[in-house]
């Protein structure tokens, strides 16, 4: 953990370029998905598959979301929230449809758009009683905090009074967590893998992490939410998704622990009630299409995999998911309604629209 220091390392950055239908692998150094011209397979549209495991099984809609792309276009659908009057957000990164406004029937009621190339991750906080959008832009190199009609009230450039960035070409943050006193953490996944922490202001409070394999260090720390399960003693949980774990950190960037979930690359953890859901984007090999989600209890036990086999523990060691080779392309998150019906936006999947699974 750091207020102020120096060195830095070396940065790879992906040249692959964003196409209709493209596919994306990963680059094993940075963990940054890669464009490529591969076409996803095309997919059933059966409204009758169950999947999932125990007391968390869903029904599949993969047409909640189809929309005309003339009308309603997107590029790889990222992440997904829900407002307090039930409407979800979409983040693509689409120029003309940054945010897609949908009712649970999946009608789009707005779109709105910063033209953002970019957009990446999509964090909702209610401040004052008034909700705002935090949104992450890898290709923008920034973060924007915005009303939910899409006006710009804060923006923070890329950190360079760290002393870890030449240019802001190193920063490509993917994520933000809202603190209790609305400290913003940001997660630069895509970066130099630091989690930095501003006031709500925006002025610098400190960093940690940075890629490595110590304890406090990250391999692609993709995702950071604020876990308040604990009501006393609200921590984060932040993503290390190459070394397929999430750990958990005071708010003031001390390591607490470290969950390791073998063949779950982790996009971003996602509380609702009790338990905790990410998207898993990869189980075994990118360019598998193999990807799932997962639901976790309180004491980091996998419950269900809707997408793949249940999980099991044959020596107290979570045995790796494998795929149902149907319900998923390239999940990237998961939203989680009133009803505890599961929205997922898909990275890389042929331009498509959000998967739907309605709870059982």
Excluded at 131 to 136: G, Q, T
Excluded at 139 to 146: F, G, L, N, V
Excluded at 258 to 274: A, E, F, H, M, S
Aim: aromatic share 10%.
């Amino acid at each position: 953990m750091h207020n102020k220091t120096n060195p830095r390392r070396s940065f790879i950055k992906s040249t692959g370029t964003l196409a209709a239908g493209s596919f994306l692998i990963a680059k094993t150094s940075s963990a940054m998905e890669t464009a490529s011209n591969m076409q996803p397979p095309p997919g059933p549209l059966s409204e009758k598959q169950i999947v999932g495991h125990g007391e968390y099984t869903y029904q599949v809609n993969k047409s909640w979301g189809i929309q005309d792309l003339r009308k309603y276009p997107v590029m790889d659908c990222h992440e997904m929230i829900q407002d307090k009057k039930g409407r979800l957000f979409l983040f693509t990164n689409h120029p003309k449809n940054n945010v897609l406004i949908y009712d649970r029937s999946g009608k789009v009621l707005d779109t709105w758009t910063l033209n953002l190339k970019g957009a990446h991750g999509l964090t909702l906080s209610e401040e004052g009683g008034e909700e705002f959008l935090y949104l992450s832009t890898t290709t923008d190199h920034k973060i924007y905090k915005t009303t939910l009609e899409g006006k710009v009230v804060l923006e923070l450039a890329y950190p360079g009074e760290t002393g870890k960035y030449a240019s802001e070409a190193q920063y490509l943050p993917t994520e933000t967590a809202i603190g209790p006193n609305g400290d913003i953490y940001v997660a630069d996944g895509y970066g130099q893998d630091y989690i930095i922490q501003y006031s709500p202001k925006g002025e610098l409070i400190r960093y940690w992490g940075g890629k490595g394999d110590g304890e406090q260090h990250f391999d692609c720390c993709h995702g950071v939410t604020l876990d308040t399960r604990d009501k006393n003693n609200p921590s984060l949980l932040i993503t290390s998704r190459s070394k397929q774990e999430f750990k958990r950190f005071t708010l003031d960037g001390r390591h607490i622990e470290t969950i390791q979930l073998p063949g779950c690359w982790i996009c971003r953890p996602v509380i609702k009630g009790d338990l905790l859901y990410f998207a898993v984007i990869v189980t075994k090999t990118w360019g598998a299409y193999d990807g799932c989600l997962a639901i976790l209890d309180k004491d980091n036990r996998v419950l269900s995999f809707p997408g793949a086999t249940a999980p099991a523990y044959p020596d107290g060691t979570l045995q790796p998911p494998s795929y149902d080779d149907y319900t998923f392309l390239n999940p990237h998150d998961v939203c989680i309604d009133q009803d505890e019906n599961l929205y997922v936006p898909q990275w890389s999947s042929g331009r498509t629209y959000p998967v739907m699974l309605e709870r059982v």
